[in-house]
Every structure is written in structure tokens, then in C-alpha cells.
């Protein structure tokens, strides 16, 4: 089943049991596939949706911490709620140890051994970790490695 078939079914099932939070938030981000749709002029391939969802994640992250310094939590509160309901439809995070054995698997296979090798570094794990992972988190473990 692809994402926008389990998006559209989340949906239906929260309109049934009027869950009004998590409705408003598929909601949310069935409008941000379709404006990144309407963008590209073709429909969003799944790891495509993805990326659009992980992206919404970050921003209610953001904008809860900015909530939290500010003394508003229950905004804060709102917005993690929300990443909840969008964390439901990305793929398991990677945790701490797959990471750093992704790292250090993409590091062998390159060659890489100093800075310089960044970026290539970086253009293979940012796809191997869309979704699943930070792309500011990857990128400052892959510095600590190749600096080392």
C-alpha cells in the first residue's frame, strides 16, 4: 500500500472516530505532499512523501522548542502532538548504533578520510537516511569521524 493510500485511509478512520487532532494533521500533511505535487508537476513518489513528512517534523520541532522559550506549552504541547501523528506514517528511526555503522560502512566504501570527503560522504548517506534520521545529526557525526 503506498503512502498516499495509508494517508487516505489514517484519514477516513480518524473522521470515524473523530480524533479532531490527528485528522487536522493528516490533513496537514496530505496539503503539503500536494503543494510539493503541484511544484514538481507529477505526482510524489513514496520516498519523495517522505522527505515532505520529515520536513513537517522539523518544522513542529523547531517551532515547539520556540514555543517551550517562550513560556507557551501548551502550543509546544500541540505541536508535539502532531509530530506524533506524522511519525506514524515515516519509516523506524535509525538508532544510535545502524547510524554509526551506516557511517562507518559509507566512510569504507568511499575511502574517505578527511574533510575534503564530505560531501561525497554526505550525498550517499542523506539518501540512506531520508527520513530516518536528521540530516544536521548525520552530518556532524560524519565530521566527528572524518576529523578524527
Do not use: C
Not at 544510535?96 to 574533510?115: F, R
Not at 560531501?119 to 569521524?145: D, N, P, Y
Amino acid at each position: 500500500m503506498s503512502l498516499q493510500e495509508q494517508l487516505n485511509d489514517a484519514m477516513k478512520e480518524a473522521m470515524r472516530a473523530k480524533e479532531s487532532l490527528r485528522l487536522n494533521t493528516i490533513r496537514m500533511i496530505r496539503t503539503a505532499v500536494k503543494n510539493a505535487e503541484i511544484d514538481q508537476r507529477r505526482s510524489l513518489e513514496d520516498a519523495e512523501i517522505i522527505a515532505v513528512m520529515a520536513t513537517l517534523v522539523k518544522q513542529r520541532r523547531e517551532s515547539a522548542q520556540m514555543y517551550r522559550d517562550n513560556g507557551r506549552t501548551d502550543l509546544a504541547e500541540k505541536e508535539e502532538l502532531e509530530i506524533a501523528v506524522v511519525q506514524q506514517f515515516l519509516p523506524q528511526p535509525l538508532t544510535d548504533a545502524e547510524l554509526t555503522a551506516l557511517i562507518e560502512q559509507t566512510v569504507t566504501e568511499l575511502g574517505a578520510s578527511s574533510l575534503k570527503d564530505l560531501g561525497a560522504v554526505m550525498k550517499v548517506l542523506s539518501e540512506a537516511t531520508r527520513g530516518r534520521a536528521e540530516g544536521r545529526v548525520v552530518s556532524e557525526r560524519v565530521r566527528a569521524r572524518l576529523g578524527a
